[in-house]
Every structure is written in structure tokens, then in C-alpha cells.
């Protein structure tokens, strides 16, 4: 046996491995992603999905045994690791090709990990607008304005503090 085929089938027992890991209602999502936007496995073990157009719902639930076997997994497959010095891991999601981050202790009691799903959906800016996901710069929900309201308080405030440093009496020994 040569050290391709020993490196393939090595690739091919790390991939069965993180499916196994993932689990059935993690894998089905991602094998048929179509309007799939995020899948997120939180502290608790749950598993959410969202799905284009409609808010995250809980399909099921995945252990954090499993969680932090999946983890270590993509890491080894992405020649990087995971581990509590390190407990961070941002890369791309072996065999589908999406984004992936996840979290380990002692960032988080459990392991977490969101999956991020490239959209096969293509969105126009109206679209997005009538989502409710792009907003006017007059959309209350837009930031802007509570951001200068709050920069004014600000600069009201300084003025006011350097103002009555001026007008209090020295004191004269």
C-alpha cells in the first residue's frame, strides 16, 4: 500500500467518522441544504436551523460527547486542533464545504458550534428589503440616529463637566 491510498482511505474514515459524530438530523440538513441558512448546536445540546425566510426553529438534539467529537475532528481533518489552550475553532466544514465555528470550555460550559450554509438563493436588495433584513436610514430600527443622539449626550456632558471646572471658586493656600 502506498502513501496516497493510505492518505485516501485515512480521509475517507475521518469523513464516515464526522458523519457518525454530526449525527442523522445534522447530516440530512446538510446533505440536502437547500434553503438552509445556519445550523447552531448550543450549550444546552439543542439543535437549531434556520431556514431562508422563516425564524430558527429546535429539530433535535446532539450531545456534547458528540459535539466535541465532531470538533475534533474537523480540526484533525483541517490539520489544526482544538483544545482548551485553544479553544476556538473557525474553518471550513470538511466534505460540504460550509463555514464552520464552534466553541469549547472553558469559553463555554459545552461545546457549541454554528454552521454557516452558502445560500442557493440569490436576493435582490428588495427582497432584502421586504424581509425586513435591509431597512431605510429613517427605519427606526436603524442604529444611526440612537448612535448621534447618544455621541450629543456625549459632547453636552463634557461641555457641562469643563464648564463648571471653570466656574467653581481655587482654592488659595
Aim: hydrophobic fraction near 35%; charged fraction near 30%.
Amino acid at each position: 500500500m502506498n502513501q496516497d491510498s493510505h492518505s485516501d482511505e485515512k480521509q475517507e474514515r475521518l469523513k464516515e467518522k464526522l458523519r457518525d459524530e454530526l449525527g442523522p438530523v445534522i447530516v440530512a440538513l446538510l446533505d440536502r441544504s437547500s434553503g438552509l441558512e445556519d445550523i447552531l448546536v448550543n450549550e444546552d445540546s439543542r439543535i437549531w436551523v434556520k431556514r431562508t425566510g422563516a425564524p430558527f426553529e429546535q429539530v433535535g438534539e446532539l450531545s456534547s460527547r458528540q459535539a466535541r467529537g465532531a470538533m475534533m475532528t474537523i480540526a484533525s481533518m483541517q490539520k489544526t486542533t482544538v483544545t482548551e489552550m485553544r479553544p476556538v475553532l473557525e474553518t471550513q466544514l470538511p466534505i460540504w464545504k460550509y463555514r464552520f465555528a464552534g466553541l469549547i470550555e472553558p469559553v463555554v460550559p459545552s461545546p457549541s458550534f454554528a454552521i454557516r450554509v452558502k445560500s442557493d438563493m440569490k436576493r435582490s436588495l428588495k427582497d432584502l428589503q421586504r424581509q425586513g433584513i435591509l431597512t431605510t436610514k429613517d427605519d427606526p430600527r436603524n442604529r444611526r440616529s440612537q448612535q448621534e443622539d447618544f455621541i450629543a449626550s456625549v459632547r453636552i456632558s463634557i461641555t457641562l463637566r469643563s464648564f463648571n471646572r471653570r466656574s467653581l471658586p481655587t482654592r488659595t493656600s
